[in-house]
């Protein structure tokens, strides 16, 4: 997947008015969400109001490599996935966290009840297959591990 590649999902995403696009290939996954621009450091600069563009955002992440065993963490429930306890809190975990057994990877809330889901073994967190605010289903894959 190269530029140009992500260059034409994004006119495709403009011209058919979608909001969001995800793609794989080989070792990379590419989402492509509408809202705001984004920008390095050393260009951005401030828009009036921070008024959201309808230009895509680029997200490119390595996936998980195919050649180690992982653990999956499942849901148990059906629920909203959280990665922190609040709005403004840190997230529980992120990709590379180590964890231990009885650690809390995130929060799924079910009918108004906010459930802890903890690790079962010691481990490192390789993938978050959700993003905050998504529904996660029962049995659906939460995070993948490494064992450490």
Do not use: W
Not at 114 to 127: P, Q, S
């Amino acid at each position: 997947m190269n530029l140009e590649h992500i260059e034409q999902l994004a006119s495709i995403m403009k011209t058919y008015g979608l909001t969001a696009v995800e793609v794989k290939d080989g070792k990379y996954r590419v989402r492509l969400e509408g809202g705001q621009t984004l920008q390095s450091a050393s260009t951005a600069q401030p828009t009036s109001a921070d008024a959201p563009s309808a230009e895509p955002q680029y997200h490119i992440q390595q996936s998980v490599n195919p050649l180690l065993e992982y653990i999956d963490v499942k849901s148990p429930i059906v629920g909203v996935f959280y990665t922190a306890s609040s709005p403004d809190a840190e997230p529980f975990v992120s990709i590379g966290t180590r964890v231990k057994r009885g650690d809390v990877l995130c929060i799924i809330e079910a009918m108004k009840l906010l459930n802890e889901i903890t690790a079962d073994t010691d481990g490192e967190i390789a993938d978050i297959c959700l993003k905050n605010g998504d529904i996660a289903e029962y049995g659906q894959v939460l995070f993948k591990m490494t064992k450490v």
